[in-house]
């Protein structure tokens, strides 16, 4: 099937010289006075238990901290692409006014579910032990990712200490994306992913080189509506976010993207989650995120989709769910689309966020 026909990213060059108001930037940089520079440095938990237990080989993900100014820090879980700090690029002077940033970088040249888990396991771990609780943001995939972290944590007699969960268009096993067969995948990205799974072993360098392209052309497509994200960002800021988006899918090596994709087989559907020793997931207040657009992305047969829009109290009791939708007049709210539509998310983000009982006090029973 032939790709869309999408303007070339040369076009980016130029997003910044629009003469439009900058209304929305007002918006997205009220949680400070001025620009603020990124600087994330790598970081490591003091111990590693959980790692050292787990004894998977592969290659670890990298932890980017960058300190906030408030007591609630953020793990960020980003999607396939980009890394989580792109992923939260317009979202981070928010998220810094509420405490430190985390951003969980996944290795380009492999992936281990079983070491990401732990490393969220020591995280996590690390900052209690520093008198933080945590709100984990997850994106998609990454999303996925932190509803299996919890299941495990469950499985095993514990509950993830947290102080809040926020999972935005998530995306938490392969029916998400691929219907059972004989049935084609009904979404591009399906159709993209499914060689990977029709393989045996790691894919052919065409099939990820596709993958590649496809991925990199639907960042180019968000990046159309040039008056928006004039909008929301200054000429280095563009170049800087998509010269990091474009690199991060250009390192991604055949081998790491079969991992992802072989992690991402590996989640159980949250349809299977149903059993007393599992669930609730978290006491832990919750935002499940849906753009009004997601069935451009996931199977109208979605679990995961129907488990949180029909059964949220089952898994986050204190959960609730939002669709996000853009306001008249503007392009639809797309999945995931955290850097094209941020002041769509910001919104209830904010909300939740305020919501959040203070450091140090107990949840509500």
């Not at 509803?147 to 995306?171: C, D, H, K």
């Not at 392209?213 to 909008?231: D, K, P, T």
């Not at 029909?310 to 995931?336: I, K, M």
Request: glycine residues 8%; hydrophobic residues 45%.
């Amino acid at each position: 099937m032939p790709l869309p026909r999408l303007v070339p990213a040369t076009s980016w060059n130029h997003l910044w010289s629009s003469p439009a108001l900058r209304p929305l930037q007002t918006l997205v940089r009220s949680a400070e006075r001025g620009p603020r520079p990124v600087v994330a440095e790598s970081f490591a938990p003091g111990r590693s238990p959980a790692v050292e237990r787990c004894g998977a080989a592969g290659p670890r993900a990298e932890v980017r901290r960058e300190p906030g100014r408030g007591r609630v820090p953020t793990i960020v879980l980003g999607g396939f692409v980009p890394d989580a700090g792109e992923q939260v690029f317009l979202l981070r002077r928010f998220l810094l006014s509420r405490g430190d940033l985390y951003a969980v970088v996944y290795p380009k040249n492999g992936f281990s579910l079983d070491l990401l888990c732990a490393q969220l396991d020591d995280l996590v771990d690390d900052l209690r032990a520093r008198g933080q609780r945590p709100v984990v943001l997850a994106v998609s995939f990454g999303a996925g990712l932190a509803l299996e972290w919890l299941r495990r944590t469950r499985e095993r007699g514990a509950e993830a200490e947290l102080a809040g969960i926020v999972l935005v268009s998530p995306v938490a096993c392969t029916a998400d994306l691929i219907p059972p067969a004989p049935a084609r995948p009904s979404t591009l990205v399906g159709r993209v992913l499914k060689p990977y799974f029709d393989s045996p072993g790691e894919p052919a360098e065409p099939v990820v080189e596709r993958s590649r392209l496809v991925f990199s052309r639907m960042f180019e497509a968000g990046a159309q509506n040039r008056v928006a994200l004039a909008r929301l960002m200054s000429r280095p800021e563009i170049e800087q976010l998509h010269g990091a988006v474009m690199g991060t899918i250009r390192g991604l090596t055949a081998r790491g993207a079969w991992e992802r994709v072989r992690a991402f087989g590996a989640m159980r559907s949250p349809l299977e989650y149903f059993s007393p020793a599992l669930l609730p997931l978290a006491a832990a207040p919750a935002l499940v995120l849906f753009a009004e657009r997601e069935d451009a992305m996931l199977e109208p047969a979605s679990p995961t989709a129907f488990a949180f829009r029909r059964a949220l109290p089952a898994y986050f009791p204190a959960g609730s769910t939002t669709e996000v939708r853009a306001r008249p007049g503007s392009p639809p709210v797309q999945h995931a689309s955290l850097i094209f539509h941020v002041a769509e998310f910001l919104v209830p983000l904010r909300a939740f966020y305020g919501r959040l009982p203070a450091p140090g006090l107990p949840l509500a029973a």
